[in-house]
C-alpha cells in the first residue's frame, strides 16, 4: 500500500531528524572545558547551541529544547539542575566526561543569576 510506505518513511526522516539532533548537542560535549573558565564562556561553548545564547530554548531539528527560564528549570533545586547537567536524561547529553563538578556548579550559579533573574527582571 502506499499510504502505509509513506507513514513508514515519515517516521524514518523524523527519527532520523530527532538522531541528527541529539548528535548536534552531544558533539558540543566532547570538547572538555579549561579549569577556570568563566561560567558565561562555559556556558556558551556547552550549552548555547541546544538552548540558545540566552537560554531561551530552541527548535534543534525535531527537538523542542526547552527555555532555561521554563517554571520547570526555575523550580528545580539546584541539586536537580546539577544532576541534570552532570547525567543528562531525556535528549540532553550528560557533561560528567567533559566538565568538572566545580564547573557545573558554576553553571547552576549562571544559570540562576544570569539567565533567570533577566527573566524575572523583565516581568516586573
Known amino acids: 500500500m502506499p499510504g502505509t510506505h509513506l507513514g ?17 548537542c552531544a558533539g558540543q ?4 572545558a579549561r579549569r577556570g573558565e568563566p561560567a ?14 540566552g537560554g531561551e530554548g530552541q527548535q534543534v531539528g525535531a527537538l523542542a529544547v526547552p527555555s532555561l527560564g521554563a517554571a ?10 546539577s544532576q ?9 547529553p550528560p557533561f560528567k ?15 540562576r543569576e544570569d539567565i533567570q533573574s533577566k527573566g524575572e527582571k523583565g516581568k516586573g
Open 84 to 92: 541534570q547537567i552532570h547525567d543528562g536524561g531525556g535528549q540532553m
Open 72 to 81: 520547570r528549570t526555575v523550580g528545580s533545586t539546584d541539586e536537580r539542575l
Open 40 to 53: 558565561r564562556e562555559l556556558f556558551q561553548r556547552n550549552c548555547a547551541v541546544c538552548h540558545g545564547p
Open 8 to 24: 513508514r518513511l515519515a517516521k524514518l526522516v523524523l527519527v532520523a531528524a530527532c538522531a541528527l539532533a541529539a548528535a548536534a
Open 97 to 111: 566526561y567533559t566538565l568538572t563538578d566545580e564547573q557545573i556548579q558554576a553553571l547552576v550559579r549562571f544559570i
Open 29 to 32: 560535549a566532547q570538547s572538555p
